[in-house]
């Protein structure tokens, strides 16, 4: 028995459990809700790994830790629908479906989809929805599956994001990057965040990879920003399927950059949750869904949202088949907290069984344990 275990205390105990929307490791404990750790070492971690095994209930838990575990979010009441609580960190607003590129690790490259604005005034609307959240807000992404810079409204909406007091971030292909618009967006105060995907310097290969003989210009932008300070971090990305090839083009692309501005990073492509047939794929063996770790949480931490306002659960989801509200019709915090949302982070987080086809059950970022 845990030294730090008591007897069983009042009711009150009882009616408390240990949130079933937290992240295992070895040695830890995460919250995605509270964004804070608890660590093997620290005091409450053996009673907590206790509790969500099963071993013993909240009632066995002395009156300082179970204070201590309560009041820090480690524990949760039963009679509270914890699938409605949230930490909003990271929101995606995708202003623009079009994208000026077919990559071979996109969905855009086999289903382009039609070319879509949101209205600007819709755009604004849900900024100023988001803005109450900016305290716990890290980042809004101007980008799903299109190119942002490709949108002629791109510093427009940067300056937008900033002036709701929100931190403006995106990932692009470097194409509409141009220095004019670098040196307006330093003007504006910068970006907190800035990643360029650039898998090759091949001309030709990039062309082929890409659809589009872009290299030159994209080396041209690219090269101008990198000794400015555009953004808080600023990093390279080079794509690719793991092989020596890619090794290669990593390295190449690191010693051109070295000394600059960007932080040069190797990622491998993914299969977007089985939609493409190459890339890291999730497990096959039928395993239970027990969270998510995509940049954090995306049920708990993410707000993802489409051109035409539709709210999906994830970037993964090109399709579109987990909408869980609209925002033409809802507000932000009516998404975060409606149903359709809380059901799909019962779903992702193993609370009920997930249906067959629900995508998490593809994607290699779900956690999961055995059945």
């Not at 309560?70 to 202003?95: H, M």
């Not at 794929?281 to 949202?305: F, T, W």
């Not at 019962?346 to 999961?368: K, M």
């Amino acid at each position: 028995m845990l030294e730090t275990l008591a007897p069983p205390a009042s009711s009150r105990q009882a009616a408390w459990m240990a949130s079933p929307y937290l992240h295992i490791g070895p040695d830890r404990v995460y919250n995605p809700i509270t964004d804070k750790l608890i660590l093997e070492t620290e005091p409450g971690y053996p009673e907590l790994r206790a509790l969500l095994a099963g071993a013993v209930g909240a009632e066995h838990l002395g009156a300082e830790l179970f204070a201590m575990l309560s009041q820090g979010g480690w524990l949760v009441e039963r009679a509270v629908d914890a699938s409605r609580l949230f930490r909003l960190k990271y929101v995606a607003i995708e202003a623009n479906s079009h994208c000026n590129q077919s990559c071979y690790f996109c969905p855009v490259s086999i289903a382009p989809r039609e070319t879509y604005q949101m209205p600007t005034e819709l755009y604004r609307r849900i900024l100023s929805e988001v803005a109450p959240y900016r305290e716990t807000v890290e980042a809004v992404f101007m980008i799903n599956y299109n190119e942002p810079t490709a949108d002629p409204r791109f510093v427009e909406l940067v300056g937008m994001i900033r002036e709701h007091g929100l931190p403006p971030a995106t990932l692009t292909n470097g194409t509409g990057l141009t220095p004019g618009r670098t040196d307006r967006l330093l003007e504006l105060g910068g970006l907190r965040f800035l990643s360029i995907n650039l898998s090759t310097l091949d001309r030709e290969r990039y062309r082929r990879d890409r659809g589009g003989d872009h290299l030159n210009l994209v080396l041209k932008n690219v090269d101008y920003a990198a000794s400015r300070p555009l953004a808080e971090q600023m990093d390279i990305v080079v794509l690719g399927t793991g092989n020596e090839e890619h090794r290669e083009d990593f390295e190449r692309i690191r010693e051109r950059y070295e000394g600059s501005r960007f932080t040069v990073k190797y990622f491998e492509v993914n299969d977007r949750a089985g939609y493409l047939t190459i890339g890291l794929k999730a497990a096959k063996e039928p395993r239970r869904l027990c969270g998510c770790e995509y940049v954090g949480s995306r049920p708990l931490q993410h707000l993802h949202v489409t051109p035409r306002g539709q709210a999906v659960l994830c970037c993964q989801d090109y399709n579109e088949t987990v909408v869980v509200g609209d925002l033409n019709l809802m507000s932000v915090d009516e998404v975060l907290t409606g149903p359709a949302m809380a059901q799909a982070r019962r779903w992702a987080y193993g609370v009920e069984e997930a249906p067959d086809r629900f995508l998490c059950r593809n994607c290699r970022y779900a956690l999961t344990r055995p059945r």
